[in-house]
């Protein structure tokens, strides 16, 4: 239940205002003031004195997954009539000739059919990647501001959605890479990240830049490395001399140096560079040069860190 006001104690009296179940009234113990109505904002039901009666007269809640929002009317697919019955002969081909009309006049203008087929391209990209449908719900929310400030005009579909994708997983606290997004899209890395950071400033999107932590585990879990190795980068990554390296890099390749680091420290559990390059989607390059900066700030002795 939601109130239309805030209210526990009787303004006049000072009794202890309860709601009424039969009239749904907020009213006072004592005096039988009525300070306010209660809100009921679940599901309406319709029953008539027969006991008969459509107990749903709620369709689905709105959503931003489909082009309409999920608020128009559409021909069941079911053809069946009131008792059940299959419907058959003429009467069904008729029917199906209407819905395949009704469904085409719901789609007119071209701002609606840019909006199918993003929300086909995004539901089919967020499949792959098994996201949540709240991330898929915020992501098709970015989409459709997008849309409206005809960021799409000159873009790719594919590159608009990717992005869009990519914003709210970002903003949701999930961390895929680039690479794990353009595997799965027609678009490549680049042309996502320069068509995110574009959707970022337009949109004015308050997201928070990616900590290396969030990819470890990721990175781990592809490595096949046991929980000592992963604890081991954690632990690695709350050194604030390492932080200080961290400052302006990427993270990926942080989390990737990290990783392989603690991999050095358990020769048990070695992993090459290569490995742990594909593992993070960065070059050994960049995993050299984050590692060796790392050594250097820990005074560490990178010929002998293998043997320890």
Partial sequence: M??????????????????????GEMECNDCGLVAGQAIDMGKDYRSFSDGSGDSERHGMKKTYLIHDGGLSTDISAGYKDAHGKAITGDFRKRLYRLRRHHQRSRVQKSSERNMVQALYELQRLASHMGLSESVREQAAYIYKKAAEKKLVQGRSIEGVVAASIHAACRDNGIHRTLDEIGR????????????????????????????????????????????????????????????????????????????????????????????????????????RNRYNEICDVLGLDRRVLGKQ
Avoid at 6 to 22: F, L, M, Y
Avoid at 253 to 266: F, N, Q, S
């Fill in 184 to 287: 799965h899209s027609r678009i490549g890395r680049k042309e996502i990240g320069r068509t995110y950071r574009k959707v970022k400033q337009d949109l004015g999107l308050k997201i928070r830049p990616a900590q290396p932590s969030g990819f470890v585990s990721s990175f781990c879990s592809k490595l096949e490395v046991p929980v000592l190795i992963e604890s081991e980068a954690f632990t690695l990554l709350e050194d604030p001399r390492i932080r200080k390296v961290a400052a302006g890099r990427s993270p990926t390749g942080i989390a990737a140096a990290v990783v392989y680091l603690a991999c050095m420290k358990y020769p048990e559990n070695y992993r090459t560079q290569r490995d742990v390059a594909q593992a993070a989607g960065v070059t050994e390059v960049t995993i």
């Fill in 2 to 23: 939601v109130y239309d006001i805030d209210i526990t104690k009787c303004q006049e009296c000072a009794g202890r205002v309860e709601e009424n179940s039969d009239t």
